[in-house]
């Protein structure tokens, strides 16, 4: 399996996310990633609310068993209304997919988004 060297969003995808969080704030949000890796860079095309996702203060889940199989989910997104964008021990021990993002309260840019792969390691955030 190629080794992740960042996550790639298109502007108007990660505007995208940083609206819904703000639109959603104070509760987290909980969404999935769908992309392609290009030389060693994750392209996240778009991203997908999961069925039955539950969005409240101080937590956010879905269940995998409602999800059909589609390798093209390559991780997830949620936010930190906190502000800090380090991942809990909960975030790693619930890692579905490739990569986690989170995005943090005030949700205005790339400055307040934060990608990681499996093992915890921070990986560059790319926008185009």
Do not use: C, Q
Not at 46 to 54: K, M, N, T
Request: proline share 9%; no cysteine.
């Amino acid at each position: 399996m190629e080794k992740l060297r960042g996550v790639g969003f298109p502007a108007e995808v990660l505007e995208g996310l940083l609206a819904y969080a703000r639109h959603m704030h104070p509760r987290e949000i909980l969404l999935l990633l769908r992309g392609k890796i290009s030389e060693g860079i994750l392209w996240i095309k778009e991203f997908l609310i999961p069925p039955f996702a539950v969005h409240s203060e101080g937590f956010s889940s879905f269940s995998p068993w409602f999800l059909p199989l589609d390798p093209s989910i390559a991780g997830t997104v949620h936010s930190h209304p906190s502000g800090s964008l380090k991942p809990s021990v909960e975030d790693l021990n619930h890692f579905y997919g490739r990569v986690m993002v989170i995005v943090a309260h005030p949700y205005h840019s790339e400055s307040d988004t934060a990608a990681y792969s499996k093992d915890g390691r921070r990986l560059p955030v790319i926008t185009k």
